[in-house]
């Protein structure tokens, strides 16, 4: 059974950090490439980044600005979202996906993949 676990999310003030983390289990994480979504109240689930099973990332330009960093370790079966110069735009509950194919993570839409439960970040002004 295919699980993803999300941590380090809470609240922080505009223009701090955090880092967010996902373990997962039950796949062969090596091959997956992982990506991070997020899901503000009322608005639909959106890209933020992905990094192939190769180390390759994708962003969410406009969304990122150079604030976000994703990454992995293979050996931990986890993956990172860096977060700085957070802003209260930023609230949203941030989920953890897998998938095959990297190219399928930057929509919410992607089928075949998995899914965490999310981590709720909040960014107070």
């Known amino acids: 059974q295919v699980q993803l676990v999300e941590s380090g999310g809470g609240l922080v003030q505009a223009g701090g950090s955090l880092r967010l983390s996902c373990a997962a289990s039950?796949?062969?994480?090596?091959?997956?490439?992982m990506g991070w979504f997020r899901q503000a109240p009322g608005k639909e689930r959106e890209f933020v980044a992905a990094?192939?099973?190769?180390?390759?990332?994708?962003y969410d330009a406009d969304l990122v600005k150079g604030r976000f960093t994703v990454s992995r370790d293979n050996a931990k079966n986890t993956v990172y979202l860096q977060m700085n110069s957070l802003k209260p735009e930023d609230t949203a509950i941030y989920y953890c996906?897998?998938?095959?194919?990297?190219?399928?993570?930057?929509?919410?839409?992607?089928?075949?993949?998995?899914w965490g439960q999310g981590t709720q970040v909040t960014v107070s002004s």
């Open positions: 039950g796949l062969t994480f090596n091959i997956y490439a």
């Open positions: 996906a897998a998938h095959e194919k990297v190219s399928l993570l930057r929509s919410a839409t992607f089928r075949d993949g998995y």
């Open positions: 990094i192939s099973w190769t180390g390759s990332t994708i």
